[in-house]
């Protein structure tokens, strides 16, 4: 069971607030910090409501290397979802142990290549993916499919997890507010949770709203580690 806090661009560009998160990520017992090397302006114009505090929140590789480092300090593993071809090439020079492919590029077949070619495991959410049958990603790694639904934050009634079969999704990529959906998931047989995290919902920004605060990814964290004896003894 992987648990991952997905920090995404909640530090907003202020590397001290960065390392706060991982430290608080890693004290609630997740697996993976998660980022973004994610250029906004490659996606949006500059009328889109959140394109400032996007671009305030870009990494540089210098910064990325820093907060890479500190997640090797706290013992918490670092991953990015790489956006482009260079945030693929990011992620190979800071050693990254898996690859994650964002909803919103399921459709980027040379960054998918890439990441594929990495020999390495990739996490791919299929939020934007409309077909009911899997895409085909011919990598030298395993891959492992999120479940997960592209509206932030989620509506509960969005969600429908009746119709998700958790032997076919490796895990759910969870954008709803609170931490229920997170948790039937996990019930559900999901081995792979990813979660925004933030330090407080009321920081300014696209993700804080709909993210887990420490005391949510703890709930989360535990809930994982002690339904997992009870989920298994039924598979």
């Not at 806090?5 to 960065?18: D, K, W």
């Not at 996606?43 to 996007?54: I, K, N, V």
């Amino acid at each position: 069971m992987i648990v991952i806090a997905e920090i995404g661009l909640n530090h907003n560009g202020n590397i001290q607030l960065a390392r706060c998160l991982i430290e608080e990520a890693a004290a609630a017992g997740a697996d993976v910090a998660k980022f973004q090397f994610f250029d906004i302006s490659k996606y949006f114009g500059p009328d889109f409501e959140w394109y400032d505090a996007c671009m305030k929140a870009r990494l540089d590789f210098e910064q990325a290397a820093a907060v890479k480092a500190h997640c090797d300090a706290v013992g918490i593993e670092f991953c990015a979802s790489a956006f482009d071809l260079e945030g693929v090439e990011w992620c190979e020079r800071l050693g990254v142990k898996r690859h994650k492919l964002a909803s919103r590029c399921i459709r980027q077949h040379d960054l998918i290549q890439a990441m594929a070619e990495t020999g390495k495991p990739m996490i791919v959410s299929l939020g934007m993916w409309p077909h009911e049958e899997f895409p085909q990603i011919e990598a030298k790694g395993a891959v492992h499919f999120l479940y997960c639904i592209a509206k932030y934050p989620t509506e509960p009634d969005d969600v429908r997890f009746h119709s998700v079969d958790f032997r076919r999704y490796a895990g759910f990529s969870d954008h709803t507010i609170g931490t229920t959906a997170a948790k039937i998931a996990i019930a559900r047989g999901a081995q792979i949770v990813e979660k925004h995290f933030t330090l407080s919902k009321r920081m300014y920004g696209p993700d804080h709203h709909g993210s887990a605060e420490p005391h949510e990814l703890l709930e989360i964290v535990e809930f994982a580690r002690n339904a997992r004896p009870y989920i298994d003894n039924e598979s």
